[in-house]
């Protein structure tokens, strides 16, 4: 097989149409994840919202053209993210902002894909995120981390067939905008347990209280909720 043969295969493949999800689909996995992120599989699962959280600081950091040193993924699902450049400034606030409100957004973004018949595009689209956040690990855990994350993505989006693939899809952007609310959620508690956290180095570089981080990190979180569950639930008023 020729490289331009495997190229259309792999953009056969990002292109292919998956069916939208009907109800049965949407209850059965928002019952699931949900499930799983209420019972003690949530630290390992946490895992998924921490790449995603710095992929954001990340992003953030480029976008705003500070240079990105590297991401680091820690056992107790912890992260840190470097960036050089001002230290303060709307560059570092950005950047600092962009990690708890990053899974919320990638989660409306699959569920957008996945309503519109394009799971596999929102699949493919998160191998190449971790492909992004893997050039960019600077340890072990952190390698391992991602590398497992990418093998499942990679499986599901390579061999499953269509009907599954939106069903993984649906999982995944139900995962990231529950987790993401969740995460958002116990911050506060985080912060007593010791370490200094986005929201503590906002409050630093603004001089807005912490407070108010907190509560803008939650209603992120609960924007993404409510943005994907109207995308998910809309098509089936037409069904």
Do not use: C, K
Not at 21 to 33: K, R, Y
Not at 153 to 162: I, L, R, S, Y
Not at 185 to 193: F, I, N, Q
């Amino acid at each position: 097989m020729t490289a331009n043969e495997v190229a259309a295969l792999i953009w056969q493949r990002v292109v292919a149409p998956s069916p939208s999800p009907a109800a049965l689909d949407l209850v059965a996995v928002v019952v699931v994840v949900g499930a799983l992120l209420l019972l003690p599989t949530w630290p390992r699962l946490r895992h998924a919202i921490t790449i995603v959280h710095e992929a954001g600081h990340g992003f953030a950091a480029t976008l705003t053209r500070r240079r990105l040193a590297g991401i680091r993924l820690h056992s107790d699902t912890s992260g840190l993210t470097v960036s050089v450049g001002r230290p303060r400034g709307p560059g570092m606030v950005l950047t600092l902002l962009a990690g708890y409100p990053a899974p919320s957004a990638a989660g409306v973004l699959i569920a957008w894909a996945v309503s519109a018949g394009h799971a596999a595009l929102a699949l493919w689209g998160a191998l190449v995120l971790l492909l992004l956040v893997l050039v960019q690990i600077r340890n072990w855990f952190g390698l391992w981390s991602v590398l497992v994350a990418g093998v499942l993505v990679g499986a599901v989006t390579w061999f499953a067939d269509p009907a599954w693939r939106m069903r993984a899809a649906l999982a995944l952007a139900v995962l990231l905008v529950l987790g993401g609310l969740r995460a958002a959620v116990e911050l506060p508690g985080a912060r007593s347990s010791g370490g200094v956290s986005d929201a503590d180095q906002l409050a630093r570089v603004t001089w807005i209280p912490v407070g108010v981080w907190l509560l803008a990190f939650v209603l992120a979180g609960l924007a993404g909720v409510a943005g994907a569950g109207a995308l998910l639930v809309a098509p089936l008023s037409v069904l």
